[in-house]
């Protein structure tokens, strides 16, 4: 089977975890005799381009004609047998999927974010989730508040490009979900359930697990949605020095708030931006991982990497993040022993986006999911210090027995025999 992989890769200063999954789901398919054929394209050559490609990069997410090129001479020249598209922008545009069709070729899109509807992606703006562009024909909200890159004008350009792709998006042949979430999205968005399929991503199996560590640790990029103020909040409603020591990693806008809050506490360790190694040496160090986002995150990486290394997960009940530790997912861990709310428990069910069921696998739950609230999440960072040697096993199971390259990877394959 030959199957062209085609993604716009995030630039290198944002870290990124579909660019991780992309390059594993590449490994994982060429290891399992698929000849991949990457269609690939980076954020990072933009400063690169000839000053008239520049020129023309503001119609690229409605056109990008030199992609266009590009995929048809590869098509021409391989004769794949699907096109699978992870993100289009800016660089490939959504136009790849009408040009696979051109020539025959079935397209498979996995769905990351929010990015038929949302001209940001995330359903998130002002601090606060979002879903003004919902259900309208342009997004008109988009543009007034600048949702794109803070500009007005490129909201507006990428308002229009999601308008004149609306049937580009609809005649994708099939859409891979991440979660029950995103596939009420795309129902929300007219596509036909039978053109859906729910799969999650994984990540290569690091290896047996470290010994339990101590303290926390929150890592990835330091962005408003993800909520390091949320958590900075929750942690000064204890003692400096009451529940070990907060680490955090990454870079981004609020870099200054991590620094702040490390001179201020002696308990709170910033360690900057880390690379592969240096996120495998911190997850060895410490007992928690917290993954705090205020917007309907879809499957952060980051949960499952703390998996995979057996650790437990603190975080907020929104998005895939229930469904990811198993807690009110389909029977597959009792809410009431994992979802924290002020120190009592509650239902999950209704806890993230809408219909993020799971899979129902029998693993046990592999954390704790609570309100996007200070209040919440300060009553569950105790919790979450004295229950970690307990959860730990049971995080490490998970993610072996649904997260893992061998099981992404027969669903993939099943995803694509489909469409023969």
């Known amino acids: 089977m030959k199957v062209v992989v085609a993604h716009n890769r995030y630039r290198t200063g944002q870290p990124s975890g579909e660019n991780t999954i992309v390059d594993a789901e590449i490994e994982q398919l060429t290891g399992a005799g698929v000849e991949v054929l990457p269609f690939l394209r980076s954020s990072d050559e933009i400063p690169e381009l000839p000053p008239a490609a520049r020129a023309l990069l503001p119609l690229s997410p409605i056109y990008a004609p030199g992609a266009q090129r ?55 703006r002002d601090g606060r989730i979002c879903t003004d562009c919902r259900g309208r024909a342009l997004g008109v909200p988009a543009i007034v508040h600048r949702c794109y890159r803070g500009s007005r004008a490129q909201s507006a350009l990428m308002a229009t490009t999601l308008a004149v792709h609306r049937p580009t998006w609809r005649s994708v042949d099939r859409y891979i979900a991440l979660t029950g979430g995103i596939a009420e999205h795309l129902r929300g968005y007219g596509i036909p359930a039978e053109r859906i399929v729910i799969k999650p991503n994984g990540i290569p199996d690091p290896g047996a697990p470290a010994p339990l560590g101590d303290g926390f640790l929150y890592y990835g990029r330091l962005s408003g949605e993800k909520g390091l103020g949320l958590l900075l909040e929750a942690w000064q409603r204890h003692p400096d020095g009451a ?26 360790e910033y360690l900057g931006p880390l690379d592969r190694s240096g996120v495998a040496a911190a997850l060895r160090r410490t007992a928690v991982v917290l993954v705090v986002p205020t917007w309907y995150d879809v499957l952060p990486t980051v949960v499952i990497e703390a ?43 209704g806890a993230g986006a809408p219909g993020d069921g799971g899979l129902g696998t029998g693993a046990g739950p592999a954390g704790w999911a609570v309100p996007a609230d200070p209040g919440a999440l300060a ?27 061998e099981v992404v990877t027969r669903q993939l394959l099943a995803v694509y025999a489909g469409l023969k």
């Open 70 to 124: 590009d995929l048809a001479r590869l098509i021409e020249a391989q004769r794949p047998d699907l096109v699978h598209l992870h993100n289009p922008y800016p660089l490939l545009s959504p136009w790849v999927v009408r040009t696979a069709h051109r020539y025959g070729v079935p397209v498979v899109q996995t769905v990351h974010n929010y990015r038929q509807v949302c001209s940001s992606g995330i359903y998130f």
């Open 243 to 268: 529940l070990g020591t907060l680490r955090i990693a990454g870079d981004g806008d609020l870099r200054p708030l991590a620094e702040a809050a490390a001179v201020a506490r002696a308990d709170v």
């Open 307 to 349: 998996m995979a290394a057996g650790r437990p997960v603190l975080g907020t009940a929104l998005g895939g993040i229930p469904y990811l530790l198993g807690v009110g997912d389909g029977g597959a861990a009792a809410p009431d022993a994992a979802v924290v709310d002020g120190g009592v428990g509650v239902d999950a069910a």
């Open 379 to 405: 009553a569950a960072l105790p919790v979450a210090r004295d229950g970690a040697a307990a959860l730990a096993a049971g995080a490490r199971t998970r993610y072996e027995r649904m997260f893992s390259p």
